[in-house]
């Protein structure tokens, strides 16, 4: 008979315990045992046909445990054996912690096959530990707990019941936290889905997973419930909650995976997710055929490969992608028309290849795998020459590669021992052991050699002896003597057969990896062996992928080479027979290499005077492991095979999960110091020298200025609603944002070097924001380490950004993407919080793309104004912050001696005051003088950095009226270089005043007006000044200027808002507003007038800071509605009404109307979203805009990109179509 339940409520535990509180019934758990049963005799057919076997365990575990309750069913009514009861009890008790465990590992295995790890908040790497460790906790406490209640002793049984419910409580939990991780990645990888993603059923298996977690997370609660209820509970002695809430559950769930079977995972990440991409590839195989023809030389190679690498590709979806890029890389070297889009397929086929070939090193290599990981190192290493070559192709004016590409060249070919050493037991076996041969030396046949390349040879190896360092010598004299041996045996097998590629390019192979690294570091002697050897490679230049390869090698090498031996190089430069005359040089450099006249063809004159005929293209046996071409990422092997070890930085790590920056192959320099900087610049980029100020000179390639048609934000729903869209904001796909992205960024994985700056955006600790810079050039580091504020070294330690900034300007955009105008690209994403630079290396572009950001973050998120300003502060506190554009006087009338300056360029207005946003200047150079700005003359000092200026070569003096690079020549300084600088450059302070600058050049609007909130808004949403007639062709009088805000370029937001908090702010803090002319007075720039002095301007500033000119009587100016002084100290009173100082020609009131019309004809863009008092501000003529004429858009109307002309932009410069910025100057 059952028991009662006040006997089990007895305190006699023992006493009153029983196995069961019910008849077990029979048909149930045979029911069960077979249903069970027939699903896990269906796990493992599938099981053992896909080889996935992490659900054995919980299979074995719960059709054990029904029959386990079978048996003790048949005992009834008893008495029931120990033997049965623990089996049933505990199998069945922690079968579900075996399948926790099992689909916890599943979605690590999605995330992997997805390629999705940024879509996770916690680091693949530890999601599978965390969950399972959990797990494992969990499992054990349950084991330890159902042990002690099968035990029958009193105390172990108290015990038991609350380890159990311990353990389900940890499950339950884990199981919570897991659902959302999986939930979140779903969002997140639904709306920026990655490459791999598309394809993959990698949501089927999500939903998968949720139906299963959600029907464990069921059966563990009522388990919590049962065992917390204790043996007087309701669900203790009803044996259909078992059979509902735990065997119906996980029979269910164990179907579920049956019907979405998680070996379709295991398999498509032992195939290569990239095998669903192959439809739309296999349409390039034609093209890929004839590719691999035109590679094999000899009837053995031929048949390597148009038979046996192909037919290796169809097992081996890696290397057809290989095979695929190869040939889109043939298609774009054939068909120069369509070399773009081609270049764009091969990146994508490029990329997977790789990452493949990558994962596949990272495992012991199995015979299987042979083949084709060392086919696949032979296309890879191909693909590099070729792009190498293409370059020229790409940029026609650049006939060299860079050194910083010579080397990664040299350790691509060098990674070919590390290939062969891993694969040669299976491919000298087999048919691929033809392409081998390229590293067998044949006898040495000295005597074909020319007498003058033998005393080439002669005079390498009395350079290499004369060096200092032993150790140095030793590895340039084996490098001069492997370098002659590879002449002797190709001018050798030239005469017999066709001549390999391997006998060339085995000199790199065989190179130390400390022989490369003096080349990197522009060693003379081994740059000029490495010179003869890019000679050498002119033998090949027959092959489409090894075209020009000589010449850019070779130039590349002597454009590094310091001048004194450019004498080495004069018998090479005969035989490469290149002009280097016409490559871009930077103007302090006095050597020049170039041809002698009547150079002659080394092919020609030097191989034995043997015919060329006999030359064919092979297989180039030294291939690629490490590094690849140009846009896709790269991993180095260490010298020995194997990678050591090491422990990596917070920023290596967070840039490596992050960005999928390879810190095993490239080295990120983390917040260097200015001379380590100043260091690498002279280093690694050609022009870059030291001025005799002691600024760093540097150049911007061919944007010498910021490019604003090109700037886009990310249209993503968290802020498409607040953004200012137009032509000031350019809308850009997610999905175009994560091509230039991973553009950007596979960019950063080719160099051998990165810079990482972290520093702050705003003074105030408050409000500041943290920005990380990750780039290519010392240069920008450089510049950027001056513009943020300078982190302590505490603050550094553990610094994690706010924003990111992946500059790399170096490498195009594709202009054929979606959207893109041209090879230049300036996006922000606001969801990712991060900015991408592409197609241009003007610095400018990171210190503005900050800006645009706090235009967004600042309004939208904290309530605080941005202002594109410059501010100082009186001894008093009295605060006056100024707005004005190129040309009004801004930062001379702010860098006033009697106060001090927060800050040149860009602030923000808080709760708590004005502070700066930026740690450094960023002033214009042109005309720079001691006498006209001796601020920023003394700025431009060690530590500060100068754009694209020209200097003299021997005395390294700068010349700042030359304009031949740009007019808008630069310099960024640390804001401490300026004298009277407030430090830390925050206010506590409101301001007192705001001066709205203008240069009116029609000498109609008044020196000085004072103006009232609406007045206020009007004026600053307009943000007027003039261009001067002749500064461009067309231009024949004076041309009105709006730049809304002051700031149009940088808005993110509709105008209006800008104005409305400002607005606010004055209100609240009783601040009087000023519009201040530096202009004309007397007439128009071009009838006679004459610009206000700068005594008299400098006069008004101190009685707007004395108080003075606040109480002074007004008079009201018609037309624009102002209100005018009638006197002001120091300053004539004829000069403040325009009216009554005008001396024109022309009619007075026709000129005001003149400019009153500009102004609302340009305010009409913006008049849907102005109020009617704002709306009354503007000059009463018949053109005032009113609210009815206003467009219906987002403040801006179709034709505005004509009517409203970017007023940073300077005019194309030296042919170049890039626009310049024109920062505030002196007056």
């Keep these: 008979m059952l028991d009662s339940r006040a006997d089990r409520n007895s305190d006699n535990v023992l006493a009153n315990f029983r196995y069961y509180y019910y008849e077990p019934a029979l048909s149930a758990a045979a029911i069960f045992a077979v249903l069970f049963g027939l699903s896990t005799l269906l796990h493992a057919f599938q099981l053992i046909r896909t080889k996935t076997w992490f659900l054995i365990p919980f299979l074995i575990v719960e059709t054990i445990g029904y029959i386990g309750r079978i048996l003790s069913a048949q005992q009834n009514p008893g008495p029931y054996t120990l033997g049965p009861f623990i089996i049933q009890s505990v199998l069945l008790l922690v079968a579900p912690a075996l399948f926790a465990a099992s689909i916890y590992m599943e979605l690590g295995r999605i995330v992997l096959m997805c390629d999705g790890d940024r879509a996770l908040f916690v680091r693949r790497t530890w999601l599978t530990k965390i969950f399972v460790g959990g797990d494992i906790l969990s499992f054990l406490m349950q084991s330890a707990g159902a042990g002690l209640l099968s035990s029958g002793t009193s105390s172990s049984i108290n015990m038991g019941s609350n380890i159990v419910v311990g353990g389900l409580v940890v499950q339950v939990l884990f199981f919570g936290l897991f659902v959302i991780t999986a939930a979140l990645f779903h969002v997140r990888n639904r709306r920026n889905p990655t490459e791999k993603s598309r394809g993959t059923p990698w949501k089927k298996h999500l939903i998968g997973l949720y139906i299963v977690s959600i029907l464990i997370f069921v059966r563990s609660i009522v388990r919590v419930v049962e065992y917390a209820e204790g043996y007087a509970g309701y669900i203790m002695e009803h044996e259909v ?45 034609k093209v890929g055929q004839r590719s691999v023809v035109e590679l094999g030389s000899g009837h053995a190679m031929k048949h390597l490969w148009q038979e046996n690498i192909p037919l290796e590709a169809t097992k081996h979806p890696f290397l057809m992608h290989g095979i695929l890029a190869l040939s889109a890389l043939h298609i774009a070297a054939t068909v120069p028309s369509k070399s773009a889009a081609y270049l764009q397929i091969s990146d994508k086929h490029h990329v997977i290849a790789v990452s493949s070939f990558r994962e596949l090193l990272s495992e012991p290599v199995t015979d299987d795998q042979g083949n084709a990981l060392f086919a696949l190192s032979m296309v890879l290493s191909i693909s590099s020459l070729a792009r190498a070559s293409l370059r020229t192709v790409e940029r026609p004016e650049r006939r060299f590669m860079a050194l910083e590409d010579v080397v990664e060249l040299l350790y691509m070919t060098r990674g070919v021992r590390d290939v062969v050493d891993t694969t040669y037991e299976t491919v000298s076996r087999g048919p691929f052991s033809v392409a081998l041969h390229g590293h067998q030396a044949v006898p040495s046949a000295a005597h074909a050699l020319a007498p003058e390349l033998k005393a080439c040879f002669s005079a390498l190896s009395s350079l290499c002896d004369d060096i200092s360092d032993p150790e140095k010598s030793r590895l340039c ?54 010179a003869y050897f890019f000679v050498s490679t002119g033998m090949l230049e027959h092959s489409w992928y090894l075209r020009d390869l000589a010449q850019l090698g ?108 390879d810190y095993e192959r490239v080295a990120i320099i983390a917040n260097p110091s200015v001379p380590a900087l100043y260091e690498d610049a002279l280093v690694y980029e050609t022009g870059s020298a030291i001025t ?137 994403n606001f969801a990712e919080k991060e900015m991408v630079i592409l197609g241009t290396e003007y610095a400018g572009e990171m210190k503005k793309g900050i800006f645009t950001v706090l235009f967004y973050e600042m309004p939208v998120k904290h309530n605080v104004l941005t202002l594109h300003s410059s501010a100082n502060e009186g001894k008093d506190g009295d605060v006056t912050v100024f707005f004005g554009l190129s040309g009004t006087g801004k930062t001379t009338l702010s860098a006033d001696p009697k106060r001090a300056l927060i800050g040149d360029d860009e602030h923000c207005w808080s709760d708590r005051g004005v502070f700066n946003i930026e740690g450094g200047c960023y002033a214009k150079c042109i005309g720079l003088s001691a006498d006209k700005e001796p601020d920023i003359y003394n ?36 804001i401490e270089y300026i ?115 700068l005594k008299y301007t400098r006069a008004i500033l101190d009685a707007i800071h004395s108080g003075e000119l606040a109480k002074a009587e007004y008079e009201t100016y018609e037309t624009f509605n102002l209100s005018v002084p009638k006197s002001c100290p120091n300053v004539p009173d004829e000069v403040l009404n325009p009216a009554k100082a005008w001396t024109g020609s022309t009619d007075f009131t026709s000129e005001v109307t003149k400019l009153a019309d500009l102004f609302n004809e340009n305010f009409k863009k913006y008049s849907d979203q102005a109020t009617p008092e704002v709306l009354a501000a503007a000059p009463q003529t018949k053109s005032a805009p009113k609210k009815e004429e206003a467009p219906q858009s987002n403040g801006t109307t179709e034709s505005q990109e004509k009517a409203e002309p970017q007023a940073e932009a300077a005019p194309q410069q030296n042919g170049t179509a890039a626009q310049t910025e024109t920062a505030p100057s002196s007056s």
């Design 692 to 828: 005799s100020s002691g600024a760093l000179s540097a150049y911007s390639g061919a944007k010498t200025g910021r490019s604003p048609s090109d700037k886009r934000i990310v249209e993503e729903d968290s802020s498409k609603d607040n953004v200012w869209w137009g032509p000031v904001n350019k809308p850009m796909s997610p999905e175009v944002w994560k091509i230039n992205r991973e553009r950007a960024v596979d960019y950063l994985n080719t160099r051998n070097r990165i810079y990482v700056i972290d520093g702050f955006a705003g003074w105030d600790e408050r409000y500041r924001i943290n920005v990380r810079v990750v780039c290519a050039r010392a240069y920008h580091a450089l510049f950027m380490r001056n513009m943020l504020i300078r982190p302590s070294r505490k603050e550094l330690e553990h610094f994690h950004p706010d924003y990111v900034i992946y500059n790399a300007g170096a490498f195009p955009a594709n202009r054929w993407t979606t959207g893109m105008t041209s090879a230049t690209s300036v996006s922000i």
């Design 477 to 530: 004299m084996e490098a001069v003597t492997e370098l002659q041996t590879v002449y002797e045996t190709a001018v050798q097998t030239h005469a017999t057969q066709a001549l390999h590629s391997g006998h060339i390019f085995r000199w790199v192979a065989e190179r130390s990896y400390e022989f490369l690294k003096l080349v990197q570091t522009r060693h003379p002697p081994a740059l000029v062996i490495t």
């Design 939 to 974: 700025a431009i000092k060690f530590g500060s950095i100068l754009e694209n200026v020209v200097f003299d070569p021997e005395t390294r003096t700068v010349d700042y009226d030359d304009i031949t690079l740009t007019e808008n020549t630069r310099c960024a300084y640390p």
């Design 979 to 1093: 004298e009277n600088t407030k430090i830390p450059c925050v206010s506590s302070n409101h301001p007192t005043n705001i001066v709205l600058l203008t240069c009116d050049a029609r000498g109609v609007l008044p020196p000085i007006s004072k103006l009232n909130t609406e007045q206020t808004m009007f004026h600053f949403i307009s943000g007027y000044t003039s261009k001067m007639a002749g500064t461009e062709d067309g231009v024949n009088e004076p041309t009105a200027t709006f730049s809304s805000c002051f700031a149009q370029p940088f808005l993110a937001l509709h105008p209006m808002r800008y104005a409305t908090m400002l607005a606010k702010f004055m209100s609240e803090h009783k601040v009087n507003a000023w519009l201040l002319n530096t202009g004309w007075v007397g007439a128009g720039a071009t009838t006679g007038g004459k610009r206000c002095p």
């Design 241 to 285: 909650f078992l059979y509902i809430f735990d065997a119906v559950v996980m029979w269910l769930a164990m179907v579920t995976m049956n019907w979405i079977h998680p070996s379709e995972v295991a398999a498509l990440l032992r195939s290569g997710t990239e095998q669903r991409a192959f439809t739309n590839a296999w349409k390039l195989e």
């Design 554 to 661: 070779f130039n590349g090498v002597a454009n590094a080479l310091e001048a004194d031996y450019g004498k080495h190089l004069a018998y090479a430069r005969d035989l490469i027979a290149s002009d280097l005359a016409t490559r871009p040089a930077p103007p302090e450099r006095s050597y020049t290499p170039g041809p002698p006249d009547g150079s002659s063809n080394f092919l020609t004159e030097q191989i034995a005077k043997q015919e060329r005929s006999n030359f064919h293209s092979s297989s180039l046996t030294s291939s690629i492991v490490t590094m690849v071409a140009n846009g896709v990422n790269k991993t180095a092997l260490h010298p020995k095979g194997v990678v050591p070890q090491v422990e990596h930085t917070e920023i290596e790590e967070e840039l490596h999960e992050k960005a999928h920056i």
